[in-house]
């Protein structure tokens, strides 16, 4: 039994081979000017505060040959994935599917829907691409997962009370003990972050646990 200092209390992996590391999101359209988090009037600095933490983190899964997913939000060109309750809500200046300085906003494919050079997944990485908030809506993740016999998850990347938040509910809700690395996440919102901090581990870990990447790194340097 392996143990990561957590709250509610210690987060424990059974053995190394039943852990993921999942990054959510991390890609051009979220963290760089010209993308679709600046066209909804966001701060996108805020967000590249953690590519430091997030990249310690893989590198320590892949000294460790320790599975890791990433995701890119993302839709088919021709947007037929994408619903029109999400296509037409927001208040940017540009929408999904249009034309920016980073390419087609959200498009598969597109320069800005690439993971960000520091983070980019290694050959081998598996890389989930998804038309929602939610990294098991309409994709293959959960297969994927039962299939390596993947038990528990750990979360970086943004934005914490978006994509990361409904990742987590959606794993938790299908039995996946879910931790939440605060300071490899990150919000446009501090006071979101902050907030989902707090749901998450309310009520004895309602839905998971959180933890520093110091604790985890500390934690996995206990594995054989
Ligand atoms: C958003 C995400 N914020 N990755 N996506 O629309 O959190």
Redesign the pocket.
Known sequence: MIFISAQPYDYELPDATKVALIV??M?RD?LEPGG??EA?GNDVTRLQSIVPTVRKLLDAFRDRHLPIIH?I?CHKPDLSDCPPAKLNRGKGKLKIGDVGPLGRILVLGEPGNAIISELSPLPGETVITKPG?GAFYHTDLEYLLRDKGITHLLFA????????Q?TMREANDRGFESLLIEDATES?FPEFKQATIEMIRAQGGIVGWTTTAENVLQGLGKIG
């Open positions: 959510i999101d890609q979220f679709f988090g909804l995701t939000e908030k990347g943004v934005t914490t009370e978006v994509c990361v409904t446009y």
